[in-house]
T-cell receptor, first 110, second 116 residues
Framework: EDQVTQSPEALRLQEGESSSLNCSYT??????LFWYRQDPGKGPEFLFT???AGEEKEKERLKATLTKKESFLHITAPKPEDSATYLC???????????FGKGTKLTVNP | NAGVMQNPRHLVRRRGQEARLRCSPM?????VYWYRQLPEEGLKFMVY????????ESGMPKERFSAEFPKEGPSILRIQQVVRGDSAAYFC??????????????FGEGSRLTVL
């Protein structure tokens, strides 16, 4: 069964303090790994898709990387508006469904 | 361009009643997905539909739950004879093509069901 484990569950940073979120996964025949952002009371918002080990994607202060067993979401010089829950999901080849982790709740203090 | 619209945003039902959740996908999107988020749990896939067809319902409980996406009108997730364990946030997502191409799903803001 496909599994996604995210760590830490919660992370508090000071504004400007860079860090990384981890997503470990087990899936048979990875089709893609996805990062989403979810604000309280809202639906998830798509950030990145990664397809193969070694791939990297960047968007503003966020950079996602992928290996054969895990993905990292690096946050450089975060701002308070980056506070949110970050969700990782995997998709198995031949399936349309995404399997989500429980998320990492990030809080950035000014 | 309006996003994915879900209603109601909040729904309270007593045990044994029926809950109907509606989802209007983004304009031009013909693929709809329903996910459930239980407290302290991750999003769980329920069902994937295209217009008038259920493509994958492997995440749907076998009893009491049903979904449809008619040719005209919104997609409906129906829960009959609700129980307290059905209390959760139900999210609908849409895409213009099968999500496998990019994994980019556009989510609504969810419908939060509380069963008393």
């Amino acid at each position: 069964e496909d599994q996604v484990t995210q760590s830490p569950e919660a992370l508090r940073l000071q504004e400007g303090e860079s860090s990384s979120l981890n997503c470990s996964y087990t899936v048979s025949g990875l089709r893609g790994l996805f990062w989403y952002r979810q604000d309280p009371g809202k639906g998830p918002e798509f950030l990145f898709t990664l397809y193969s080990a070694g791939e990297e994607k960047e968007k503003e202060r966020l950079k996602a990387t992928l290996t054969k067993k895990e993905s990292f979401l690096h946050i450089t010089a975060p701002k308070p508006e980056d506070s949110a829950t970050y969700l990782c999901a995997v998709q198995q080849g031949g399936s349309e469904k995404l399997v989500f982790g429980k998320g990492t709740k990030l809080t950035v203090n000014p | 361009n309006a996003g994915v619209m879900q209603n109601p945003r909040h729904l309270v039902r007593r045990r044994g009643q029926e809950a109907r959740l509606r989802c209007s996908p983004m304009k031009g999107h013909s693929h709809v997905y329903w996910y459930r988020q239980l407290p302290e749990e991750g999003l769980k896939f329920m069902v994937y539909l295209q217009k008038e067809n259920i493509i994958d319902e492997s995440g749907m409980p076998k009893e009491r739950f049903s979904a449809e996406f008619p040719k005209e009108g919104p997609s409906i997730l129906r829960i009959q004879q609700v129980v307290r364990g059905d209390s959760a946030a139900y999210f609908c997502a849409s895409s213009p093509r099968a999500s496998g191409r990019t994994g980019e799903l556009f989510f609504g803001e969810g419908s939060r069901l509380t069963v008393l």
